[in-house]
């Protein structure tokens, strides 16, 4: 049979939409949320993060909102470009833990066409 | 070095042999995480150096994982006597020091297939 781990959530958009990815975190002690980007054959890279204290952050072309009420993050990226398409992880800290041990979510795979 | 590094890219080995990943983390970047990604799923933390000194290593999967680093540079990942579910990237990140572990640099990881 097949592995429920292959079906990444997956999310196409036309180059120049806006992209909405979605992400629900466990802990409700979580303080500290980082998005990242993971393009094919690459390590992650940072994208943007938002501590707890605040519900909104934006950074150039992207923008992260944090739900505490509902432990819901999601990150906009505005004017989706061919270069976006990537697995887009979100990943969490929860406060008093270890600092360095995030929590990661699955990942959600975006694809732009051109 | 301008990033991190990792070797092999690549690594195909049979069941129940030995096999050593290395890491080695931007210049002068202090702390040095290792983590492993099974196929479609999301980062799962291992194990973390300051320095050459690893204070938990709770996030190991089993005693066949093991990992040292030496001279506050470069990082090995041992896993003995491979099995199958040990097939994944494993992966290898750096910060200047352990307090600014937000700013992770990831290398672009081992991928690891034991038959």
């Known amino acids: 049979g097949e592995s429920v781990g292959l079906h990444l959530p997956t999310l196409s958009v036309q180059e120049g939409d806006n992209s909405i990815i979605n992400c629900a975190y466990s802990n409700s002690a979580s303080d500290y949320f980082i998005w990242y980007k993971q393009e094919s054959g690459k390590g992650p890279q940072f994208i943007i993060d938002i501590r707890s204290n605040m519900d909104k952050r934006q950074g150039q072309r992207v923008t992260v909102l944090l739900n505490k009420t509902v432990k819901h993050l999601s990150l906009q990226i505005a004017a989706t470009q061919p270069g976006d398409s990537a697995v887009y992880f979100c990943?969490?800290?929860?406060?008093?833990?270890?600092?360095?041990?995030?929590?990661f979510g699955k990942g959600t795979l975006l694809t732009v066409n051109p | 070095g301008a990033g991190v590094s990792q070797s092999p890219s690549n690594k195909v080995t049979e069941k129940g042999k030995d096999v050593e990943l290395r890491c080695d983390p931007i210049?002068?970047?202090?702390?040095l995480y290792w983590y492993r990604q099974s196929l479609g799923q999301g980062l799962e933390f291992l194990i973390y150096?300051?320095?050459?000194?690893?204070?938990?290593k709770s996030g190991l999967p089993s005693d066949r994982f093991s990992a040292e680093r030496t001279g506050g540079s470069v990082s090995t990942l041992t896993i003995q006597r491979t099995q199958q579910e040990d097939s994944a990237v494993y992966l290898c990140a750096s910060s200047l020091e352990v307090s600014r572990w937000e700013t992770q640099y990831f290398g672009p990881g081992t991928r690891l297939l034991v038959l």
């Open positions: 150096f300051q320095g050459n000194s690893a204070p938990d």
């Open positions: 990943a969490e800290n929860p406060r008093g833990g270890s600092n360095y041990k995030l929590t």
């Open positions: 210049s002068g970047h202090t702390a």
